[in-house]
Every structure is written in structure tokens, then in C-alpha cells.
């Protein structure tokens, strides 16, 4: 289909991409109506500059009859009422200036497009590659368009025209487009002018203001007001249909209410600024864009560079804040910086709340031992004069602020980063070079430092520190010597840690050295090196100390003597590496030096020779390493120690060995260790006895005895135990047949202690007597019994009489189990029963003694009785005597006839009213003191069991024969035939 010859079809049917320069004279110039020409005009915009261009410029040729026609009518009156009349005109006035407006912009956009930002290498290409996701998050997108920079403008020409002109500013703005943002503010000077704020708050934060300079605002040093921008407009006249005369007129003509013409939007509703901003305004608002450059991108530097182009434009009060940003800029760029910095968001408000301390140690965060020197130097110190210069400024100048800051962070930093900084201090460099200017500053710094370090391992780095140290020629008095030491012992007190004090810090410390003159310093530093050295031989043998301990252990022995144990003992920590002699041998010549005579005491310089080697015996010896203690103790000249000090060692560590010891097994751990200690030394009777009480505890072990119900007694509750011989009490008592191997029992006694001592001897066998009878082992209670009595009868003899206390105890405990054993029913032998009431009347106190004898006597006539009883007759009718006993012995006979005539014997009170707990009581008391053992309890036999039910004829018809009186004393004869075991705490109930 051919295009219509009809030009007003031509037009509508052509689209804006087809349309041509040609195209468009050709068809204007067959369009006779100049109103609807320029309403097309106006109503029509396209992308081809050239193509506008003609269109604009053909319809203005329309409008030109109609502008001569009312450029003459000067009054608003008139040019009302022409407007009225030929409403036409003023229609074309109207479109006159709308193409005039659009003429402007497209010459406008020309030189926009000839703007073009200029990109950094590579930056451009960088950009043009950037893919819609990357840009997801742009903050300052108007658009879902991704921004991109090329050689063409962000905006089209078509929106550049029909849009509003903020919004075209706006665009160039975000997409960073400053030449074309700058000819706009030029060209369009009058509109965009009281909006040039908002458009730079459009700027993204990250740009350089560099790039943006021209469009910062700057103030006029002479008016002390915002210098106004420069404009350079199209039309230096403006167009009669542009003056607000032609303006009015139309409005009021009502010539456009039937026409409906495109016009521009309004203007966006933001703030506009009319006014020029005072100084100080213009001063506020280059801080706030700074620091919300910081808060949002936390660009420092571009917040520099912004106050580095307000004060190059003559605003004013920014100098402070250029000095702030940068000393941050510093500490965001320039200071070394760790692998994480997520925590390292710096902003104004987080810098201007640190204090200089904090300041400086942020810059020296992540300083390492090859860099801190630079940094301070770089970062530290001018910050630092800033400070200076600050006090000054404010008028409270303060010279040593700086010195005070750096040796502040100096005496809290690693000791590898203070080496550094000594190394850089050094007195043989030039003063001018050197970080710590004074050597009494450094001396003092290394002093409060080092003492108050809580290092422990850092001993060479503590060195190095030392040898930085100026080397003073100074001849020190006795009072400056006792001042330093006065000073150390003072320190020794302050550092000591209490309950109610908090730690001294190495600045608290320094408070200490300040005072004191070069040659007083001199003098500790002496100290220090003694301490450095000492320090040294500790972190060798595994025992560190902070520095600070020689301070405190200066003037306390026991804090002294703990160490060199310490020392002693955890030198057995190194294992395989301390196995030799040789090894040992080091470890006591460095104790040795620890406690050396010399001017300035060592570690160890309150204890004695004689006193380290005894320490050091006892750490070697308890590591077990007994054939290196033997070997030293005969080959080296140092370990000069007499016998009885060598076997006390001995004893000690056995002993600690002993109470160590889980297991009471002396043939392995601890305890073998215990044992085999004992031999390191020559013999003695104390090894002896020591070595046997090991063997004893071995033996307890092997019964069984249980501390609590399913624990085993532990060797040190034997060791404790007051009253050793509840333990075999305990033993017999736990073990149904202990009490058979008596010499057993009575060798565990004698190792327990108990080798010489008979009362101990006699109240064991009373033990196995009384353990034999609850058994109904007669045999054996009786021949325990008759040991007892051998044993009691040579004491008596040895020691010629009753008034020895040995003796008193030991024949109280003889007479009592014999007694006892005699007084029992079911013990048939009546001969020895005999026997035992006889020994017990041999050897009780008087006041005892008729007691016993009622009982003696009753026992002889029941077995008078017996034994006629058992006279019979044989079938010859010869009378005959069945076997009976033997009579009781001589010599029990004469016993009882010695004592009889010996006392003379009272009424029996006790026989009319026994009361047999009381009586067991009373005769006991004396035994009950000393005789702590107990037995417990073991069930009676089936045959005693048939005695207390009846079930025996002969017991109940002798029974029957007694009297009330005898029931009664019945009834004490077995009480009191218990009443040892009662005694020694046994719960059977009687």
C-alpha cells in the first residue's frame, strides 16, 4: 500500500523512526493550517536530533505570524481582549513558547551527549560488562534499568524533552554524568538552581568528590555567603510569548480551555533552596554529607576529599574535621589491618568516642613485632602532635601528653612488640631517629614492665629487653643502694595478691621507679638481671615464674622453700630426660646458684645449703629414681649430708609415698615405692620399724577390712588410726578364722608398732581368746589364755610388782579373760576352768578377789559333785572311779592359798544383790581406758543354743537347784562370762 497523498494522514501514518528531514519540510509545506502544524509539532518528539531540530524550527516559522501580530499590544488589557477575538493566536503564542522551551532543551541535550564522564583504565568496559545481577542492590537505582556508563547519555532524547528537567537531573546525577549535570545547571540555571542540593544528596556517596568538584558549593570570602552558580542561558532575551504579559493574557483569554496541549510535569516536591546559604549553613552541610559518606559506605578517604574541596572553596570550620578524618583515614588505610575486620566499621561517631589511649592502641591493634616501629612512628606520633597541638590551641598546653600516651601503650603491649620498640630506641642511635628519646624513660618503662609482665615463657624476648638498656658508669652510694632495695621490697609487698586488692599493673608499677635517681635505677637493673637470669633456670626446669614472684619471694623463706620443692619435684616431669645422674646433677648445681652468697641474692637466696640439698633429695627420691639417689649420694662431693638428716629424707618421702598409695600391696606403685625408699640409707632401727609398718599395712590389706560397706580400708586411715590395735580387732572380728594363726595375728601386732610393748602383746592374746571363745574354740581360748598368763607372770616378775602401770593394765586385761573363760558354762573342762578362776585369783586386785573366789569355789564343788557322780560299780561289784579330770594344779592351788592368806576377806555384798552390767563396769573401768579393741559378734553354737532353751537336762536340773540369790547370779556369771566382749565394744545383747 503506497503512503497517502493526503499530508495529514501522511503525518499521523508515519512513525517517529521513519520520519526524515525531507520528509518533514515536504510534508509541512503541503499542511496550510499553522495552528494544527504547530499543535502537531508539539505533540510529537523523536529520537533523531536532526529530525527534531527541523520539526521544532519549521513550526516556530508557523508561529511567526502570529507573534508580529501581538508583539506590538503592550497592555495585558488589550492583548486580553485580542486573545478573546482570535483565540488562534493565542493558542499559537502559547505552542510558540513551548517549542522554544523544547528547542532549549534539545540544544541542551547535545551538549549533554558531548559530556561524556571520563572512566578510569579499564573501569568503562568493567561497567559495560556488569550483568542485571550484579546490580540488584544498587542503592541509588531509580530504575529497574542497571546502571551502566557509556558514551551515551542515561536518558533518551525523547524523555529529555517531554519529561521534567529535575528528573533528567536527577538521572545524570545517579549515573555519575557531572559535565552534563553541570551544562544543565548552566543552561537551566533559573529552574534548577534552588534544587542543586537535593541534586547532590542524588550523587552516590562512594564517588570521589574530585570528579564532581565543579558542582560543590563554595563560599565568597568577601560576602561570607554560597558564591553563586554561573548560568549561561540559550536566549539572553526572552520571546514576547515567554513573558509573563503573553502568559497572563492567555490564561485569562480561556483561549486554551478547548485546546488540549501537551505540557511539561510539574516539578518534583522536594526542598528548594532560593536563598544563597550562610557560611556556617554551608559548613553544616559539608559535615553532614561526610559523615553520612562514612556511615553508608565507610569511605573515609572520599569523606576527606569532600573537606578538602570545602576548604579549597573557602568554607569555612572545616579544618578540625579534616584533621579527624584524617587521622582516621590513617587508621583505615594505613595501619596494619588482621585477616577479619568485620568489626572494624569505623565511623565519626565511633572514632570521636574513643579515647588517645584507645586511639593508639588501635592503630597499633594488629602492628606486628617487624612493623610497630614504623607504625608508631607513621601513625602513633602524628596523632599524637594533633593532640599536642589541640591542648594548645584550647589553651591548656600539655608537653608530655605525647611521651605519656606512647609509654602508656609501651608498658601494656606484647613483650615481642616492646623488644621492637627498645630495639628502636636504642641509646647508641640518634636521638632524632629513636622512639623512647631518655634512657631513664626506657630503663624505667623496662622495669614496671617486665615485673609487671605475667609472662612465663618469654624469657629470651624478656632478654633481648634488657640488653637495650643504657649501660649507667655510676658509682652508687649505700644510700642509693638502699633505696633501690627498699624500692624492690616495697614492690615486693605491693605486687603480693590479696583478697581485698586488685592486681598491680604495670603502670602502678611505674609510680615506683619514677622517683628514683640514675644510680638508684642502676642498681636495679643489677637486680633485674639476677632475676632475668634466675627467671630463666625456672622456665628450664618446667617451674615459670612471672617476674614479679622475685619481687614478692625477696623476703618471704616459705614462699622461697615452696618453690625450690616445686622446683625439686616437677623436675620429674621431664620424664626419660632427667634419668642420669648427670641430669640430676644439673638440676642441683642450678638450685645451688639459685641460693648463691652473692651481693644480690638469688631465687633461693633465704635458704641454706643444706637446706636446697635436702629439698633436692626429696624431689629425687620422689620420682622414684632410687639408684640415681644412691649413686649420687656416693659420688658426688655436693651431697654432704650426715645419716640422721639422709634417713629423715628417707622417712619423709616413704611416708609420702604411703599416704598416697590407693593400694596397702607393698610389692607394686606407690607403695613398693614407699618401701624400696627405705633402703636408700644405711639400716636403722627407725627404717626397721617404718619398713615393718609397711608390711603390716600389706597384711591388713590382705583381710579385707572395709572402711565404709564396699570400700576397702586405704593405707592412710591406717596411719591414722590412734588405737592401731582396733585394727586386728577389726582383723579377728571381719575373718572367721583369723583367730586360729595367733602368731600371725601377734606378728601383725609387733610390726604395727607393737614389737616391745607386752600390754599390747597381752591385750592381743585376750583378742584370740575372746574371738576362740565367741567361737566356741575353747582349745584355743585356753592356750591363748595360758600365753597370756606366761606373759603377765614374767612381767610381773620383771618389773617386781603391781605398782608399774605396765603391769596394772596388762594383769587388769589377764584376770578378766581368764575369768571370763572359766565363768563360761559351755567350756566342760572343769580343770582348766579351775586353772583360769585360779590365775584370775592370783592376779586380780583385792577388790576383785571375792568375786572370783565365790566363783572358784562354786566351780570346785559342781565338780566335786561330778565327780561322784561318775563313781559306778563294775559287775565283779568292785567299786570303781570313772576317768576324771586332773585336780587343778599345784601351783594354781598355791596361788589361791598366797592369796588367801594375804587378804583377808570381806562379807559378800555383791552375792545378795549382783547387778552384773554395774559390776562388769565397775571391774572393767580401769581395762576400758586402754582397751579399745572390738570383737564382733559370733552366733553361738547348736550346743549353747540347746543349753539357753532347756533343751540339756543337766543345766536345767542344776538349774533348778539354785536359789532366787544364785539365779541372780546366774544371770551376772553370764554377763560377766561376755563381759569382754562387751567391753570392747562387741553388740551382741546379753
Same mark, same amino acid.
Not at 602492628?367 to 602524628?382: F, G, K, M, N
Not at 640409707?681 to 564396699?710: H, Q, V, W, Y
Not at 610388782?801 to 559351755?826: I, Y
Given at each position: ?717 591406717? *596411719? /591414722?588410726? @590412734? %588405737?592401731? !590395735? =582396733? ?9 572367721? &578364722? ?119 569355789? *562354786? /566351780?570346785? @564343788? %559342781?565338780? !566335786? =559333785? ?9 559287775? &565283779? ?114
Amino acid at each position: 500500500m503506497g503512503m497517502s497523498s493526503d499530508p495529514y494522514t501522511r503525518w499521523s501514518q508515519t512513525p517517529d523512526d521513519e520520519l526524515t528531514v525531507d520528509g518533514v519540510r515536504e510534508i509541512f509545506h503541503n499542511i496550510p493550517d499553522d495552528l494544527w502544524l504547530a499543535a502537531a509539532s508539539i505533540d510529537r518528539c523523536v529520537h533523531d536530533i536532526q529530525v527534531q531540530r527541523v520539526l521544532l524550527q519549521l513550526a516556530l516559522e508557523r508561529t511567526q505570524l502570529a507573534l508580529e501580530r501581538v508583539k506590538n499590544l503592550a497592555e495585558e488589557d488589550a492583548l486580553v481582549e485580542y486573545f478573546k477575538e482570535l483565540p488562534a493566536d493565542a493558542q499559537l503564542c502559547h505552542i510558540r513558547s513551548l517549542l522554544l522551551d523544547r528547542l532549549d532543551r534539545l540544544n541542551t541535550y547535545v551538549e549533554v551527549c558531548g559530556e561524556v564522564p571520563e572512566f578510569e583504565e579499564g573501569e568503562e568496559e568493567e561497567k559495560e560488562t556488569e550483568t542485571d545481577e550484579e546490580w540488584e542492590d544498587d542503592p541509588w537505582a531509580e530504575t529497574d534499568t542497571p546502571i551502566t556508563k557509556t558514551a551515551s547519555p542515561p536518558i533518551t532524547l525523547v524523555d529529555f524533552l517531554s519529561n521534567d528537567l529535575m528528573h533528567s537531573a536527577f538521572l545524570l546525577a545517579v549515573h555519575q554524568w557531572f559535565g552534563g549535570l553541570r551544562v544543565l545547571l548552566q543552561r537551566h540555571h533559573a529552574y534548577l538552581w534552588p534544587y542543586r542540593f537535593a541534586l547532590l544528596s542524588r550523587i552516590p556517596p562512594h564517588v570521589n568528590p574530585t570528579k564532581y568538584h565543579t558542582l560543590l558549593p563554595s563560599c565568597d570570602i568577601h560576602t561570607n555567603l554560597e558564591q553563586p552558580f554561573q548560568p549561561n542561558d540559550w536566549r539572553i532575551d526572552p520571546d514576547v510569548t515567554e513573558s509573563s504579559l503573553a502568559r497572563s493574557a492567555i490564561l485569562k483569554s480561556d483561549a486554551l480551555s478547548a485546546f488540549d496541549s501537551p505540557t511539561n510535569s510539574s516539578p518534583p516536591d522536594i526542598e528548594a533552596d532560593t536563598d544563597a546559604l550562610s557560611a556556617e549553613q554551608l559548613s553544616l552541610w559539608y559535615h553532614k554529607r561526610a559523615e553520612d559518606i562514612i556511615d553508608i559506605t565507610g569511605m573515609v578517604d572520599i569523606a576527606f576529599a569532600l573537606i578538602q574541596h570545602g576548604a579549597s572553596n573557602n568554607v569555612p570550620n572545616l579544618d578540625e574535621l579534616g584533621e579527624e578524618l584524617s587521622l582516621l583515614a590513617r587508621l583505615v588505610y594505613d595501619a596494619p589491618h588482621g585477616d577479619v575486620r568485620s568489626d572494624e566499621d569505623w565511623t565519626l561517631a565511633r572514632w570521636r568516642a574513643m579515647d588517645p589511649p584507645s586511639v593508639v592502641r588501635a592503630y597499633l591493634a594488629h602492628s606486628t613485632p617487624a612493623s610497630v616501629s614504623r607504625d608508631i612512628i607513621q601513625l602513633v606520633l602524628p596523632y599524637l602532635f594533633v593532640l599536642e597541638s589541640h591542648a594548645e590551641r584550647s589553651g591548656k598546653p600539655d608537653p608530655k601528653l605525647p611521651d605519656r600516651l606512647l609509654h602508656d601503650f609501651i608498658l601494656h603491649a606484647p613483650l615481642n612488640l616492646v623488644l621492637s620498640i627498645f630495639e628502636a630506641s636504642k641509646p647508641t642511635l640518634p636521638a632524632a631517629q629513636r622512639i623512647i628519646k631518655h634512657d631513664a624513660d626506657m630503663v624505667q618503662l623496662a622495669l614496671a614492665g617486665l615485673y609487671g609482665s605475667d609472662s612465663l615463657h618469654e624469657w629470651t624476648t624478656m632478654s633481648g629487653i634488657f640488653e637495650c638498656l643504657p649501660v649507667w658508669e655510676i658509682a652508687a652510694d649505700d644510700d642509693e643502694e638502699e633505696a633501690a632495695d627498699t624500692t624492690i621490697i616495697s614492690l615486693g609487698t605491693y605486687v603480693t595478691p590479696s583478697t581485698t586488692g586488685s592486681k598491680a599493673t604495670p603502670s602502678n608499677l611505674l609510680v615506683f621507679f619514677k622517683p628514683l635517681p640514675l644510680s638508684s635505677l642502676s642498681r636495679a637493673l643489677d637486680i633485674l638481671d639476677v632475676h632475668l637470669e634466675s627467671g630463666e633456670i625456672f622456665s628450664r626446669w618446667n617451674v615459670p615464674a612471672p617476674l614479679r614472684w622475685f619481687l614478692r619471694s625477696s623476703s618471704d623463706v616459705a614462699e622461697q622453700r615452696a618453690w625450690a620443692n616445686r622446683m625439686a619435684r616437677k623436675a620429674g616431669g621431664y620424664g626419660d630426660q632427667l634419668s642420669t645422674q648427670e641430669d640430676w646433677e644439673w638440676l642441683l648445681e642450678d638450685m645451688l646458684k639459685l641460693a648463691g652468697e652473692t651481693k644480690i641474692k638469688g631465687a633461693f637466696g633465704l635458704l641454706s645449703r643444706d637446706e636446697i640439698i635436702r629439698i633436692f633429695l626429696s624431689g629425687l627420691m620422689s620420682t622414684g629414681k632410687f639408684d640415681v639417689t644412691k649413686s649420687l649420694l656416693r659420688n658426688s662431693i655436693q651431697l654432704n649430708l650426715d645419716s640422721d638428716t639422709l634417713e629423715d629424707i628417707c622417712l619423709a618421702c616413704s611416708r609420702e609415698f604411703y599416704d598416697n598409695s590407693s593400694s596397702g600391696n607393698y610389692k607394686f606403685g606407690e607403695m613398693k615405692l614407699a618401701y624400696d625408699c627405705l633402703d636408700v640409707p644405711p639400716s636403722s632401727d627407725r627404717l626397721l620399724k617404718e619398713k615393718e609398718f609397711i608390711e603390716a599395712t600389706s597384711r591388713l590389706s590382705s583381710f579385707n577390712i572395709m572402711s565404709r560397706p564396699g570400700i576397702p580400708i586405704s593405707p592412710i586411715e591406717i *596411719r /591414722l588410726t @590412734k %588405737d592401731r !590395735l =582396733t585394727l586386728v580387732s577389726r582383723v579377728l572380728s571381719s575373718n572367721m &578364722d583369723a583367730y586360729k594363726h595367733a602368731e600371725v595375728i601377734l606378728d601383725l601386732v609387733y610390726k604395727l608398732g607393737f614389737r616391745d610393748d607386752i600390754v599390747a602383746e597381752v591385750k592381743t592374746l585376750a583378742m584370740l581368746a575372746d574371738t576362740a571363745l565367741q567361737a566356741e574354740d575353747f582349745t584355743r581360748a585356753f592356750e591363748a589364755n595360758q600365753r597370756m598368763i606366761d606373759t603377765v607372770l614374767n612381767l610381773r616378775a620383771t618389773l617386781m610388782g603391781l605398782d608399774n602401770p605396765k603391769v596394772r593394765e596388762a594383769s587388769e586385761v589377764c584376770w578378766v579373760a581368764c575369768f571370763q573363760l572359766g565363768r563360761q558354762t559351755e567350756f566342760e573342762d572343769s580343770d582348766k576352768k579351775l586353772v583360769l578362776l585360779g590365775r584370775a585369783i592370783e592376779i586380780c586386785p583385792p577388790d576383785r578377789l571375792h568375786d572370783v573366789l565365790t566363783a572358784w569355789r *562354786r /566351780l570346785e @564343788k %559342781d565338780s !566335786l =559333785t561330778a565327780r561322784r557322780g561318775r563313781i559306778t560299780k563294775d559287775h &565283779d561289784g568292785a567299786v570303781k572311779h570313772t576317768k576324771a579330770s586332773k585336780s587343778p594344779p599345784e601351783t594354781a592351788a598355791s596361788s589361791l592359798q598366797a592369796r588367801l592368806k594375804e587378804f583377808h576377806m570381806p562379807s559378800p555384798p555383791l552375792l545378795s544383790t549382783p547387778d552384773a552390767r554395774a559390776l562388769a563396769s565397775k571391774t572393767f573401768n580401769t581395762v576400758a581406758a586402754n582397751f579399745s579393741f572390738s570383737v564382733g559378734h559370733r552366733g553361738r553354737s547348736q550346743f549353747s543354743s540347746q543349753l539357753s532353751q532347756g533343751g540339756d537336762e543337766r543345766s536345767r536340773s542344776g538349774s533348778r537347784r539354785q536359789s532366787d540369790a544364785d539365779d541372780v547370779q546366774t544371770q551376772a556369771s553370764r554377763v560377766f562370762s561376755k563381759g569382754i566382749g562387751w567391753l570392747i565394744g562387741a553388740d551382741e545383747e546379753i
